[in-house]
């Protein structure tokens, strides 16, 4: 078994605990970003004011519904705790990406921004990303998977984490961060010889999606429909948009064909 002793609490400022999770969820955000001003220095067709602006228009709508879904997905709880609503202890994957995504599409319609180029440019980032708050996860113990006795299962022995200390569960975190890795070097391979314009990123959100609903059998959570989480119900919306459009749209090239600078 894996051991995972460390403090979820990476340090106290009065009264206030700043925990690993919120940490690596700050540099989840910066990663994004990074990857997309990168992505813009290395001839990306887009400009780094359109950035920027993304930016100040996706983090906060991303956040918002990351923290909506997952009030809805633990209503018992925030149902009788109302005031423990507005916060930011819990936040969920799929509503950062869905929530920034949609903020970011909203911003395009009022702009001269390719939403569809855009969001290509960004997907290898947003799953490096996710990878990155993964770690959070690992280090809160949050996420977890269920009792197993496999010889890689983790065992969180610190008061302050998440998991029930002293039991063996699936690493679902990492089996996330490995997944995410794998799709980041796929995207990668695949960048720049799809069309139309979107279809990058739709392949993003359907490894993910396949890979969340999938694994979230081996994860704790509370069923939301039919005996499946909240996750598991998204992945199936995302993957019954995504994957028609993908097979009955998308065509391989061999370059991309040049654009104006967005």
Known sequence: MITISIDPVAFAIGSIEVRWYGIMVALAILTVVLWTAWQVKRGANVSYD????????GIPSGLVLSR????IDNWEYYGQHLTDIIGGGGLTAYGAVLG???????YSRFSKINF?????VVAPGIILSQAVGRVGCTLNGCCYGLETSLPWAIVYTHPNSFCPVGVS???????EILWNLLVFGLLLRLKGHLKPDGSLFLIYLSLYS??????????????FLFGLHQAQVIAII???IAVPFLALRTRWIRKDQPKEIL
Do not use: M
């Open 100 to 106: 920034a995504t949609i903020g970011v599409w909203v």
């Open 68 to 71: 909506l879904l997952h009030v």
């Open 169 to 175: 569960v699936h690493p679902t975190q990492v089996y």
């Open 238 to 240: 995302v993957l019954a």
């Open 116 to 120: 569809g180029y855009f969001a290509d």
């Open 50 to 57: 359109t950035v920027f602006t993304a930016a100040l228009v």
């Open 210 to 223: 396949v890979y969340r609903l999938g694994t979230d059998f081996l994860r704790e959570g509370t069923p």
